[in-house]
């Protein structure tokens, strides 16, 4: 049988064991996951790049959206404003004082020698502040206070009484006015309406044969109170 001599038999050894080396191997395997690596860095880039486009595109569009929402809310907040406007004239319009009733009591309480010579009135809203309810543990609620409108109406009549001194016609005048329906159911109490002033007997140089006093009256009427 014949005998076969390899001589590479050495360097084929020697080969084999550099490809076999771990550390050409640990080499390779690095390399590929470094090229992986890169490879998924490259993918999250793309990932980012797109995600970061499509946030511009959506704050772009919320920002159009947003200013179309402002003007909503501002467009709401005018219309609320308006309809408060609008109830608060309607309610006031319903409830206000009618100076009419006042001028037909005033032409129906005319009696002898008063004549009047002026009527002023003065009729003023005074805006109270609503309270919020007050709410403390272990203590007493106090409830809350919604805000009002206070109307205060005051009507001075200027008159002339052209009786004697002792006749006092102011005083009758003031009886019948008190008396009378209308003022007899507005005025909250006979004090109401009170002598502000008179002056003594006045000689009129263009009508000497009729001397007369000067006297104001004041009548302040139930204040109104609304709520808003």
Not at 26 to 50: C, E, H, M, N, T
Not at 123 to 140: M, N
Not at 191 to 204: C, F, G, I, N, P
Request: glycine fraction near 4%; proline fraction near 5%; aromatic fraction near 8%.
């Amino acid at each position: 049988m014949p005998i076969r001599i390899n001589l590479l038999a050495e360097a084929q050894a020697a080969e084999e064991m550099r490809r076999r080396d771990p550390v050409k191997r640990a080499i390779i395997v690095g390399g590929i996951l470094v090229v992986l690596a890169l490879a998924y860095a490259g993918f999250i880039f793309a990932r980012s790049s797109q995600t970061s486009t499509k946030r511009k595109q959506v704050e772009a569009k919320w920002r159009s959206m947003e200013k179309e929402y402002n003007a909503v809310v501002a467009n709401e907040k005018e219309l609320n404003d308006q309809s408060s406007k609008l109830v608060a004239l309607d309610r006031l319009s319903n409830s206000r004082f009618l100076w009419g009733s006042v001028l037909n009591g005033l032409q129906e309480t005319v009696i002898d020698d008063i004549q009047l010579v002026r009527i002023k009135t003065d009729q003023s809203y005074t805006f109270i502040e609503g309270v919020k309810a007050i709410v403390k543990p272990g203590a007493k609620t106090i409830p809350a206070k919604p805000a009002e409108e206070v109307e205060k109406v005051t009507v001075i009549i200027d008159a002339k009484d052209f009786g004697s001194a002792s006749d006092q016609n102011f005083n009758k005048y003031k009886t019948k006015l008190l008396n009378y329906p209308y003022f007899k159911n507005t005025f909250a109490s006979p004090d109401s309406l009170r002598l502000k002033s008179q002056s003594q007997a006045t000689v009129d140089p263009g009508d000497p044969a009729h001397p007369f006093s000067m006297f104001t009256l004041e009548c302040n009427l139930p204040e109104i109170h609304r709520n808003e």
